[in-house]
């Protein structure tokens, strides 16, 4: 690979505090409208606001002055992050102000809820990220000119919708399996828009401080300035870019202050500085010095979770893929909505902790959910967020009240035969699943039970879905008398693999009482009968 010559290094720090969701009940819907847990909130960000972001920015801050222009950082701060130094700890957003200010601080563009609204509608893509771009602007005093996506998650795609909104430079993971034999510390660019270029992660320099710093076992432990500028120096002959990406609350909240942890930060500047031949730069500052050496194909979506480098961490199992679809399945009527509150949890529901925490992963990966999980399992987090989101949808049909009450009914007995029909092929799944059990080898048997129980969640959620309609095609029904004027409702009929006539079945309700009678059997001697 050639080499102009220059060799920069970046540091990059991801400040993220998730909103917590409170405990919220099945009976809780359509009572209780407030899913958040500020107590848990309040708590987790004043304490990690003392033990990491007032103490390492004042670090950051000396560390500025003390080398005069030659010590530069980037921040990647989510809008979820500020709104709760806002609310919670105003004196982290004015020292992050006052980083600012020194001009030798980036702070990065993304997703205004930390979301993966990117997998799903570049629409609310962009929405977001215009909602963060203002934001930032507003409370750090500076408009982002690179990006980072939630997770780092990239593609092909989303870094053409990236260069299309103006931005010169986007990071991600120089994951292993879509570098081949190419190295991450060299500059790229977007193979399907050469505008943007590409800045690739160096994980094992990023870990060895995130993940490794504070492990007795590890072979290199204890971690230094100088042994650190000395692995840096060692690349230098075959590297032109270094990206050090990290956690912000590496430093002293994953890392104890005890660790030594802000002693190595506030010596690891001076140490690169005198000796390497990296000088430190920011994302938007590289964009503009360095040349991409070639393009960086990715076609499906990486990231840097898990040792997978994908976005399994996020859409990895049935409760996952069921979760976020039926979230952005709501996204026409939020956004046609005009309720303040509405859009504003419609932000946070979005947060990609949320999926996080559904994760059913095993061994290292598993461990990391666990550690970041607040939930007793992914199946507690399962239900605990469809019972918010079910609420959420409730609310938000009550901003578009259907004068049409015999197309209301019709839609709720709908829904009806969907959930059944769900809940049927859910149910043939599952006992596939247990028969299979009995043939497959010991160790196999845990992943098997655990996808069973997954789908047996989901049939639980249809199955409540599936009596709110019921009860609310049934309030309908009692208020409009079953007519609207003059004419009889028609309701929908639930397809079946024989033809039936439809004089022999005139609603729903046959259909219902005949498989409350038992077997299919059952319904076939009714219907002759009578």
Known sequence: MRSNGKKAICFYFQVHQPFRLKRYRFFDLGHDHYYYDDFSNESIMRKVAAKCYLPANKIILDLIEKHKGKFKVTFSITGIAINQFRLYAPEVLESFRNL?????????????????????????????????????????????????????????????????????????????????????????????????????????????????????????????????????????????????????????????????????????????????????MTASEVADKLQPVSAMNIQNPISWADEERDITAWLGNELQAAALEKLYSLSRKVNRCDDDHLKKDWEYLQSSDHFYYMATKFFSDGAVHAYFNPYESPYDAFMNYMNVLSDFEIRLRRCFPDTAEQDQIFKLGTQVIEKDMVIEKQSEEIEKLKRKVSRIKPAVKPAVKKLTKASELIIEWNRSEKKAAEKSSATVKKRSGKTTSGKVIEEPVRKTKEKVPSKKISSTKKITAAKKTGTKAKVTRQKKSK
């Open 100 to 280: 600012a200010e020194t001009g030798m601080v980036e702070f990065l563009a993304e997703t205004n809820s930390h979301s993966l609204a990117s997998l799903k509608s570049r629409s609310e893509f962009e929405h977001q990220v215009n909602l963060h771009k203002e934001m930032v602007k507003k409370y750090l005093g500076v408009e982002p000119t690179s990006f980072r996506n939630t997770e780092l998650i990239y593609s092909d795609e989303i870094g053409s919708w990236v260069a299309d909104m103006g931005y010169k430079a986007m990071l991600t993971e120089g994951a292993k399996h879509i570098l081949g034999w190419k190295s991450p510390n060299f500059l790229y660019c977007n193979a399907m828009n050469p505008r943007l270029k590409v800045l690739l992660r160096n994980f094992v320099l990023s870990d060895d401080i995130a993940f490794r710093f504070s492990n007795k076992e590890w072979i290199a432990w204890p971690l230094t300035a100088d042994k650190y500028a000395g692995w840096i120096n060692k690349l230098a002959p075959s590297s032109e870019l270094l990206n050090i990406f990290l956690d912000y609350e590496t430093f002293g909240e994953h890392n104890w202050k005890e660790s030594g942890i802000f002693d190595f930060l506030a010596h690891m500047p001076g140490a690169i500085l005198k000796k390497t031949p990296f000088k430190f």
